[in-house]
């Protein structure tokens, strides 16, 4: 089945700055790769998405890069702010709509 | 956007009781739902896969007896914790995505919080 490793598991950045969280698959015929943010005791929201025919997403101060050769995928959040401060979880389909989700990603915003 | 509702958002019973927990798609038809289970820090397990009028399909290590899963129509779930024990606290979350669109985004309820006493 489907292994998706996620790093960092923490991560702290200054408010203004760049965060990077990377996530890699094993499954190659994975072909949608989703970003989740959560923030404490509440439902996972989708925050940008991907699907294997592009290679990079942006939206806003969001970004998704897609790399299907070498099987990972990263968030990229720029100019940082407090409210971004949460867990993000990457994930990867498998079978259709079966998500297996990375390890998460503690982010905490410096201000 | 699609959106699905879950029951009760919290919950607290005493071991060795069953508890019930809902999962509706409020304006979509799911032919599909799907179960997770986060304990506290961690990531979402799935759990199983619950398949409108027929069995539902549990991951490897999940008690399909313990964790019974019924999807009787296009837009309900149930998951029903059966003898639930301490071991057994967690958030519970349930997902459905647009049946037949083939998009691959899924609409997360809102989660229960089981605790077991």
């Known amino acids: 089945g489907e292994n998706v490793e996620q790093h960092p598991s923490t991560l702290s950045v200054q408010e203004g700055d760049s965060a990077v969280i990377k996530c890699t698959y094993s499954d190659s015929a994975s072909n949608y790769f989703p970003w989740y943010k959560q923030e404490l005791g509440k439902r996972p929201q989708l925050i940008i998405d991907i699907r294997s025919n592009v290679g990079e997403k942006k939206d806003q101060r969001i970004a998704v890069t897609l790399n299907k050769t070498a099987k990972h995928f990263s968030l990229h959040i720029t100019e940082t702010q407090p409210e971004d401060s949460a867990v993000y979880f990457c994930a990867a389909n498998t079978k259709g709509e079966k998500l297996t989700f990375g390890t998460g990603t503690r982010l905490t915003i410096i201000p | 956007g699609a959106v699905v509702s879950q029951h009760p958002s919290w919950v607290i019973c005493k071991s060795g009781t069953s508890v019930k927990i809902e999962c509706r798609s409020l304006?979509?038809?799911?032919?599909?739902m799907f179960w997770y289970r986060q304990f506290p820090k961690q990531s979402l397990m799935l759990m199983a896969t619950s398949n409108e009028g027929s069995k539902a399909t549990y991951e490897q290590g999940v008690e399909k007896d313990k964790f019974l899963i019924n999807h009787a129509s296009l837009t309900l779930s149930t998951l029903t914790v059966t003898s639930a024990h301490p071991e057994d606290s967690s958030f519970y979350i349930c997902?459905?995505?647009?049946?037949?669109?083939?998009?691959?985004?899924?609409?997360f309820g809102e989660g229960s919080r089981l605790t077991v006493l």
């Open positions: 997902s459905a995505g647009l049946a037949g669109t083939g998009t691959g985004e899924l609409f």
């Open positions: 304006d979509f038809q799911a032919t599909t």
